[in-house]
């Protein structure tokens, strides 16, 4: 049974700063591009960014230089360190497994107040 499981959400003033984590299970963590994707209400899904099994990173442009994502093939888990937290980045961010298949995690709220 494929598992992603994320936390780290929050509520957190403009400036701020948190880290959300995807903890895996079911899957082999090390071959899956892992990635994270938000959604604010009455918007769709985007892309926030995301690392393939050798590390390379893709960045949403609004997000550049504010947000790293990394992986720990050892703990089968991503994370996303988010500094320079605006208001706009309110939302609920997802956690993505994708190989041959895709999977996705049930989400984690993160509010940002200005």
């Known amino acids: 049974q494929v598992q992603l499981v994320e936390s780290g959400g929050g509520l957190v003033q403009a400036g701020g700063s948190l880290r959300l984590s995807c903890a895996t299970s079911g899957i082999i963590f090390s071959i899956y591009t892992m990635g994270w994707y938000r959604q604010a209400p009455g918007n769709q899904r985007e892309l926030v960014a995301t690392?393939?099994?050798?590390?390379?990173?893709n960045y949403a442009d609004s997000v550049k230089g504010r947000f790293t994502i990394s992986r720990d093939n050892a703990k089968n888990t991503v994370y996303l360190h988010m500094n320079s937290l605006k208001p706009e980045d309110t939302a609920v961010y997802f956690c993505?497994?994708?190989?041959?298949?895709?999977?996705w995690g049930q989400g984690t709220q993160v509010t940002v107040s200005s």
């Open positions: 993505n497994a994708k190989f041959r298949y895709e999977y």
């Open positions: 690392i393939t099994s050798g590390g390379s990173t």
